[in-house]
Each structure stands twice: as structure tokens, then as C-alpha cells.
């Protein structure tokens, strides 16, 4: 095996600060595990924590990103869930197995990869085992690196906090890879899905992906659209990405007793939403946060199950990332994805 290695590297906070570097391969420490990583999904967050640094603990030289797909190489003394030879993917939120987000009042969880953990934009990463699941069988590494952020948070929003069921309608905010594994996922369990996109492209992408309806938002007010559609009904769930005070329109469309999943601060950090609604319709929001371990261990059985293909809309070599955040600013149909090997 090498002794030395390729990595993403910044000495400080911006893109220009990105820099790619030589470094030792590390050694699996005691019950950790070498993992040879083949690709890395990019996330919106991962544009902020560069450029930003979200108020993180970055330590310096830090490595970007938190969704990798690769291959067991070495494990360390004491390491036992897996072997050399075996599939991975890497979990968003180390530590966290089930039940509810670790931290408190005081200080929420925020202790993930790619932020205050050291992230995965190399050719190789020493975790503990923990921090791993296996890879889904029916998906290429490529494929597979997408479900840690994106497809665990349209999954632990929709099955693991919304309990989605056939004849809900599931309302998709935008075409990127958390919305459009939450059109997969709805529709997977029989919901129907209504599209909002401000790319008629993109809408029609979307409906061949199985969206039921695409409204542009750009050519009418999508709020009407959706009760429209719904004969005033509204949708039972929606995946709110947008942020902001886009979260009132989500409160205006949903349901009765509907559920609305905060995921997204593309609009800002500060929601802002009309009560009256919100609380004579009864409504649910659910903030979430990616999901735990055994929440992707599950969607990893369910992609296997229903033959759930992630979309990428495009792979670059690890040398081209600032290609690949290029790509991230201009809005991407699905995952971007680099390719470390």
C-alpha cells in the first residue's frame, strides 16, 4: 500500500484557501478502520463550512466534506464490524445510533464530519468503526456515497419522523439530492408528489423521475398551484429546503394536520412563518437534522429492496473540486459527486 496520499486540504476559511496536498496514509488506531475512499457526494452544507466556516471548530489544516463511499483496507487492533474487502459509507453524524441526537438545550448536536470532525475528501480516512455502515449492494461507489446526508435526510424526514403511507400527497421543494430522493422515497411508498422548481428543465426531469406534478414557480404562485392540485386540500408533507421566510408558503400549503420537515437555509437561518395558520390548521414542524445510524442502516436495506437509484448529475476527478463547488453554486439536478479514485 502507498505510504502517501491525496487530500483536500485549507489553512484557512475560503475556497481560495483550498489546496491539494501530499500527507501520510494514516494507521488505523484501536478500533478504527482504514477505508481506501473511492468517491465523495458534496452537500450544500459543505459550501458553507468552507467558505464560512458556519461557526464551527474548524481545526486547521482542515479537510472538507462528510459523505464517502470506499473500501475497508486495514482495521486497527479491537475493530470487528468489519473486514478488509468490505463496502462502506461513512455516517454525517459520528457517535449518533439511535434515539435522539446527542447534546442539549445548551449546545445542540454539531459534531459531525467535514465540520468539527475532520472530513473525507482523501484517498484514504482512519474512523473509528462506528462511524461506518456497509454499502448498499445494488449501488456503485459513486452511487452509494450520496446516502449519508442527502438520501438519510429525505428518508429519516418522510419514514422516520413522517411515517409516509400510500394516498398522502408529499410536497418536494426544488430538484437537488435531498428533494429528489424524497420524490424517490415518497413514491416508493405510494404517496403522491408535487414538484416546485424554478427550472421547467428540471420539472420535466423530475416528472420522468415519477413526480406526479411539476409546478413552475416561476410562472405561477405555486402556493395556489399546490391547492389547486389538491382541491384545496393541501400536502399532508412537505420537505421545506428552502429556509427562511419561505417557511411560511410551506405553512399556507400543508395540509390539516400536516407535517412540515425543516431541512434547508438556502433563504437564511432565521424562519419566519404566520402563526394563524399554524396553529388553526394544527400543523406539525420537524426540524431535521440528517438522522442516525441505524436510520441509514435501514434506507440502505430499502435502497437494496426497491432498486432505488440515486441521481448524480455529474462526477469530476478529485483534482477538478473547484469544478465540482462550481457546479454546487449553480444549482445541480441531483448529487455532484468527486471521484477520488
Known amino acids: 500500500m502507498a505510504r502517501t496520499m491525496k487530500r483536500w486540504e485549507m489553512d484557512g476559511l475560503g475556497r481560495d484557501r483550498l489546496a491539494l496536498k501530499q500527507a501520510p496514509v494514516p494507521e488505523p488506531a484501536t478500533g478504527e478502520v482504514l477505508v481506501r475512499v473511492a468517491a465523495v457526494s458534496l452537500n450544500y452544507r459543505d459550501r458553507l463550512v468552507i467558505e464560512r466556516g458556519m461557526g464551527l471548530p474548524l481545526a486547521f489544516p482542515f479537510t472538507p466534506a462528510s459523505d464517502l ?201 432565521e424562519v419566519a412563518a404566520p402563526v394563524g395558520p399554524l396553529m388553526l390548521k394544527n400543523l406539525t414542524i420537524q426540524g431535521i437534522g440528517v438522522g442516525h445510524r441505524r436510520a441509514l442502516e435501514h434506507l440502505v436495506v430499502a435502497v437494496d429492496r426497491i432498486g432505488l437509484t440515486p441521481v448524480i448529475d455529474a462526477r469530476y476527478p478529485a483534482a477538478e473540486l473547484p469544478a465540482a463547488l462550481d457546479h454546487l453554486d449553480r444549482g445541480a439536478f441531483g448529487k455532484i459527486v468527486v471521484e477520488m479514485t
Open 69 to 269: 463511499a470506499g473500501t475497508v483496507e486495514a482495521v486497527g487492533p479491537g475493530a470487528k464490524r468489519f473486514a478488509p474487502g468490505d463496502r462502506v459509507i461513512s455516517t454525517f453524524a459520528p457517535g449518533w445510533i439511535e434515539g435522539a441526537p446527542l447534546g442539549n438545550a445548551r449546545t445542540p448536536p454539531y459534531r459531525t464530519l467535514g465540520g468539527a470532525y475532520p472530513g473525507v475528501l482523501a484517498d484514504y480516512v482512519a474512523f473509528p468503526e462506528d462511524w461506518f455502515v456497509r454499502a448498499p449492494a445494488s449501488l456503485d461507489d459513486a452511487q452509494a456515497s450520496t446516502l449519508p446526508c442527502a438520501g438519510l435526510t429525505a428518508w429519516f424526514a418522510l419514514v422516520e419522523k413522517g411515517r409516509v403511507r400510500a394516498g398522502e400527497t408529499v410536497l418536494v421543494e426544488g430538484t437537488g439530492g435531498v428533494a429528489l430522493f424524497g420524490l424517490q422515497i415518497a413514491r416508493a411508498h405510494g404517496a403522491q408528489v408535487i414538484v416546485v422548481s424554478g427550472s421547467a428543465g428540471k420539472l420535466e426531469r423530475a416528472r420522468s423521475l415519477g413526480a406526479d406534478h411539476a409546478i413552475d414557480r416561476t410562472a405561477e404562485d405555486w402556493v395556489e398551484a399546490v391547492l389547486r392540485i389538491t382541491d384545496d386540500h393541501g400536502a399532508d408533507q412537505i420537505l421545506e429546503i428552502v429556509g427562511g421566510p419561505h417557511l411560511g408558503k410551506a405553512v399556507q400549503a400543508a395540509a390539516i394536520g400536516g407535517q412540515i420537515h425543516q431541512i434547508g437555509v438556502i433563504e437564511g437561518f
